[in-house]
Structure formats: structure tokens, C-alpha cells
């Protein structure tokens, strides 16, 4: 349902049709309809503490006002696209994935500056819901990429990393009278498949990156 274009230092998500989009994403959160989710590839230094973040974003997204946009330091090209379709409810997420930023929920640690952070994440389903079951919908992608943080084992001296700091996610899908997306439900169990592979994949590959970076600099 998700069809992914690179164009650096753009990432597109185009979805199939306008449809209903519930996120907290930076620009044009909460429900609206929209075609398109843009990820704007930054690095830490091209925002610093004092810079009108929000201002220059909705900036760079003018060309596109219809669309909705997120932000992330992970190189974009590293996105990783999943499927899963159960009992013939399709769910497809794009997803970028950078744990630099990463926190245990519950136990925030002290501020710092780490690029190559944060998870930005896109499922769209072929379900169509009210808005009450879109935020189930959103909950259960929610909770596949924090299984999926989890399985990677990154651990912190505050706990087992669950996410970063500066996570962002957004649930696609039409407008309906569909009432439920729990994990007792068809759809439930195909976002929570596509989303939990997506995220599972995608920090696995962050965490070679990882690996290879300490090597270069003689961490390791």
C-alpha cells in the first residue's frame, strides 16, 4: 500500500489515495487527510538549540501543504519497507530507524546531542475505521516498534532501550465504521506484523552501522 521514493534528502511515503492520517508528526499532526508523508533528512548541526525548528520546517514542507512531514539524523536511504496481510486485511509500514537518542520508558536520561537518532515510522492499512479505532490501530503500531526496539537488546544504564526520545509515528487508513484493531483482531495482528518487522529490520542494520562506526574511531 506503501510505495517508498528516495530523494535525497527527501524519503516519500505515497500512499494509494488520500486517506486519513492520525501522527503527532511535526508538521501537520493529529487527523488529517493526506496522499503523502515526507521524512526530511537533518544533521544535529543544522538545527541547534535556539533555531526555529518548527518555523523552517513548515518551510521546506510549503511545496507540499497537503502532505504530512517528519524529521530524522538516520540516513534515510536505510528505510525499511514490510508487508503482512491476515485473513485479507493488508498492513504496510515504512520506517527509519536511528537509536542513538535511545531512552528506557520510564527513566529519561540526561540531555544530550547524538545524530543517526530516532524512529520515524508510517503503517497504512486497508481497513477502514472510525477515529476511535484509528488510535487503537496507532496504539498497536506503537507497541510493535517498542517489541521490536526491545528484541534489538540495547541496553542503557537506565534499562533496556524501548525507543528514543524523539519518536514520531503515523497510522494510515480510510474513514469507516470499522470499531476495533486490537490484537484480538485480523487487522491488528497484519500492523503489528508489517510494523514490528519494518522497525526489527531496520535496527538491526543501525546497529552494524554502529558496530562499524566504533571500529573506525577505536571504540571497539
Known sequence: MIRAELSRPWLVAHLPRPMRLLSWAPFRPGFVTATTIRWREVKNADLPLDFDVEGWFAREMSPWPDAVGMLTSRDIGTYRLAEAMVDGLRATCLATVGLSN??????????????????????????????????????????????????????????????????????????????????????GEAIGAATRRAIAEAAADWQVWRRAEEERRGLR
Open 102 to 187: 535511545a531512552e528506557a520508558v520510564g527513566r529519561r536520561r540526561p540531555y544530550h546531542s547524538a545524530d543517526f537518532g530516532t524512529i520515524n515510522l508510517c503503517t497504512a492499512i486497508d481497513a477502514p475505521l472510525t477515529e476511535a479505532a484509528q488510535l487503537e490501530a496507532l496504539s498497536i503500531a506503537i507497541e510493535a516498534r517498542t517489541a521490536a526496539v526491545m528484541e534489538a537488546g540495547l541496553t542503557l544504564p537506565t534499562g533496556t532501550a524501548t525507543g528514543t526520545g524523539t519518536d514520531c509515528a503515523a497510522l494510515a487508513c480510510d474513514a469507516g465504521e470499522g470499531r476495533y484493531a486490537g490484537l484480538h483482531t485480523a487487522i
